[in-house]
């Protein structure tokens, strides 16, 4: 527990004075500068309710803007606010980190259900703290980690549910699927196929899980969605979401069919991407160049070149997530019915951000949990439990940890000269 503690505040800690830099250098003042997000946008939700008028993050604009408004009213009766948007805008660098922070220790506590000792959940524990994607977006307000964390949260319920039934399990299982979708709308995947695993898990046929499964994902979707409509009714925004609206959004990140093609044939070369730091592609940024912001540069994974990198990665990706299907499903009761569900939640995923939007890295949190699942598999085979199999854990992870450094800090040097031009 201590050592887990530990981690917690290093992961935390990291991942804010890493927000705090790219707070300094103004990247979070524009969109797209760091693979392709939009902290400007998703500051200004957190903190203040603002935010996109479509069905699209349904929920997001009240998640934190109400603890965070309670938290600025506090402080100001304290007399220790002096501006009170500065403030909530101050708090709202706290959500990302901490979330990433909680997903590892989730991830820990998921392994110690799953009968794995201290020093292996440790170890997947580590790898979800350092896989690239997590680090990223684990510094950026958005919504990306969010969903990563709940995602892993809403895991803990499923294999809790599974292996004992529970009224009270459930119930937390519904309300965390509700905050999940709430978050971003395509979420309700990974509810769904969970709810499957715990089907499955119950006893139920693979056909008779699935339609269980859906009709209680649809359950909660319509109540998600239903939600956002009373909110929006009682504050009365004048950003009232409709549905033109959001037909618009889709239109405008709906590629052709031979982008769709490339990138589900990419697919697997992303999930690799996900967890192996690789330097990004760097391009012209619109809104520094065209629109007068300070950063004239972003950086991007999605669009870098596709070459033999590409080939190595696509096959290091089924290879090692592929392989700890296999060893996952050989294991049989929860750890094959969770190797099910999480394949089928990757793959759906896949699919989805492959035929609609621009930027498929940016969406890689929402495969992020099932795949480290599944990597953590391979731990099951005996030669991780020697002496030279825990060795060869250990420097992969100090590898990454490399990786991961080398590849912010070239990030850093892209951006940082850019801004000595900066009044």
């Not at 898990?201 to 939600?227: C, D, Q, Y």
């Not at 590629?255 to 730091?277: D, G, H, N, S």
């Not at 759906?348 to 598999?377: D, E, M, N, R």
Request: glycine share 6%.
């Amino acid at each position: 527990m201590i050592l887990i503690t530990i981690m917690f505040l290093i992961v935390f800690i990291f991942q804010l004075k890493l927000s705090y830099i790219w707070l300094d250098l103004k990247v979070f003042d524009q969109f797209d500068v760091l693979f392709d997000s939009d902290p400007n946008l998703w500051i200004h939700m957190f903190a203040h309710g603002w935010g996109s008028n479509t069905i699209l993050h349904p929920l997001a604009n009240y998640v934190f803007t109400i603890p965070i408004r309670i938290i600025e009213a506090l402080a100001s009766v304290a007399n220790l606010v002096n501006d009170p948007v500065a403030f909530r805008e101050s708090l709202v660098l706290y959500i990302s980190p901490l979330s990433s922070a909680l997903m590892a220790v989730l991830m820990y506590i998921i392994f110690r259900i799953m009968e794995f000792n201290h020093l292996k959940a440790f170890f997947v524990a580590c790898l979800t703290a350092l896989g690239f994607s997590s680090l990223a977006f684990g510094s950026i307000p958005s919504v990306y980690t969010l969903t990563s964390f709940s995602n892993s949260l809403l895991m803990i319920l499923a294999l809790s549910h599974s292996i004992n039934a529970r009224k009270l399990t459930h119930i937390c299982f519904v309300i965390v699927g509700l905050f999940t979708v709430g978050i971003t709308i395509s979420n309700i995947i990974h509810v769904g196929w969970l709810y499957w695993f715990i089907f499955l898990s119950n006893g139920s046929t693979p056909l008779s899980a699935l339609i269980k499964s859906v009709s209680r994902s649809a359950v909660i979707l319509a109540a998600t969605i239903a939600l956002f409509f009373v909110v929006d009714f009682v504050i009365q925004r004048d950003d009232t979401m409709n549905m033109a609206e959001t037909k618009r959004y889709i239109g405008l990140f709906t590629p052709t069919p031979m982008e769709q093609a490339i990138k589900l044939a990419r697919f697997p070369e992303t999930v690799a991407r996900t967890f192996i730091p690789t330097i990004p592609a760097e391009m012209p940024s619109y809104t520094g160049t065209e629109l007068g912001g300070a950063i004239k540069v972003q950086v991007s994974i999605s669009t870098i070149e596709f070459g033999i990198p590409s080939i190595f990665l696509s096959i290091a990706a089924l290879v090692a997530v592929g392989g700890g299907a296999v060893i996952a499903y050989k294991q049989g009761g929860v750890w094959r019915n969770m190797a099910l569900a999480s394949v089928a939640t990757i793959v759906t995923f896949g699919l989805l951000h492959s035929l609609f939007g621009a930027y498929i890295y940016l969406y890689s949190q929402t495969w992020f949990v099932p795949c480290v699942f599944l990597l953590a598999a391979w731990l099951k085979i005996p030669f991780f439990n020697t002496r030279a199999g825990l060795g060869l854990i250990g420097v992969l992870l100090a590898l990454l940890l490399i990786g991961d450094i080398y590849v912010l800090n070239d990030i850093t040097k892209t951006i940082t000269p850019v801004m000595s031009n900066v009044k």
